[in-house]
């Protein structure tokens, strides 16, 4: 008896783990749509994040990042990996769409134009070595 419940525990961590890499491969999808959008039409993007609640421009960023990381720290604290894989997502996001208000030029270091890129991509990464490194 103790060995089918191994199995079932077993298989559960695995139908766990799909469904955390399924929700994490559709923010990461609906995250580089909106970063396309935005690149695409400046204006209609910094128009829309105008438009939200009369709320200013930086605060759509700002609030979106301290859900990111509220997800996050949530996430460290349960069993399930998919609210600190999320966690992590909002915060890069929020990261990029900071870097595009504040224009993706500024964050071009020393002329290297994929700075602006890796930022919000190293910044998912270590969030997510960090849960890694937490759930064990």
Sequence with gaps: MAAGHAHDH???THKGRVWTYLIFATGLVLVAVLANLALSNPQL???GID???GLPAWAFPAITGAVGLLTFYIGLKIETDWPERL???LVAGSIAGAEFLLGWQ???????KVVPYAIP???CLVLMMIANV???
Excluded: C, P
């Design 87 to 89: 966690g992590a997502l």
């Design 51 to 53: 438009a939200i609640a």
């Design 106 to 112: 500024n964050f071009e270091l020393g002329g290297l």
């Design 121 to 123: 991509v190293i910044a």
């Design 45 to 47: 993007a910094t128009q």
């Design 10 to 12: 077993s298989h559960r």
């Design 134 to 136: 937490k759930s064990r």
